[in-house]
């Protein structure tokens, strides 16, 4: 079992910037992707950015250059930098993670019930 609790969201201007972390607990070993989806009112959940074991790491294409995902692996923790945000970016926003065969490079494509483990989701909120 992985338990993925995201720190909390906020509400900034549009530019601003915000950071988000997700800490893992549990069996953590093969949990070799790691990532953040997003929700936004009455939209479909779409992947944000992944990172793989290796540090690889995959974005949507609306966030790159934006946003940033990095690891603490000694410390199970993963981190998604916004910066130069907009009110497009106004969701809620879900840690992720899987294990086992997944291809993490197709993370970020995977539907929600083929995701091993989700957090509770934390609330971004930008305006304009």
């Known amino acids: 079992q992985v338990r993925l609790e995201e720190s909390e969201g906020g509400s900034v201007q549009t530019g601003g910037s915000l950071r988000l972390s997700c800490q893992a607990s549990g069996y953590t070993a093969n949990t070799n992707c790691m990532g953040w989806f997003r929700q936004a009112p009455g939209k479909a959940r779409e992947g944000v950015a992944n990172i793989y074991s290796d540090g690889s790491t995959y974005y949507l294409d609306s966030v790159k250059g934006r946003f940033t995902i990095s690891q603490d692996s000694a410390k199970n923790i993963v981190y998604l930098q916004m910066n130069s945000l907009t009110p497009e970016d106004t969701a809620m926003y879900y840690c992720?993670?899987?294990?086992?065969?997944?291809?993490?490079?197709?993370?970020?494509?995977?539907?929600?019930?083929?995701?091993?483990?989700w957090g509770k989701g934390t609330l971004v909120t930008v305006s304009s």
């Open positions: 992720a993670a899987s294990g086992g065969s997944v291809y993490c490079p197709s993370f970020l494509h995977l539907r929600t019930d083929e995701v091993d483990y």
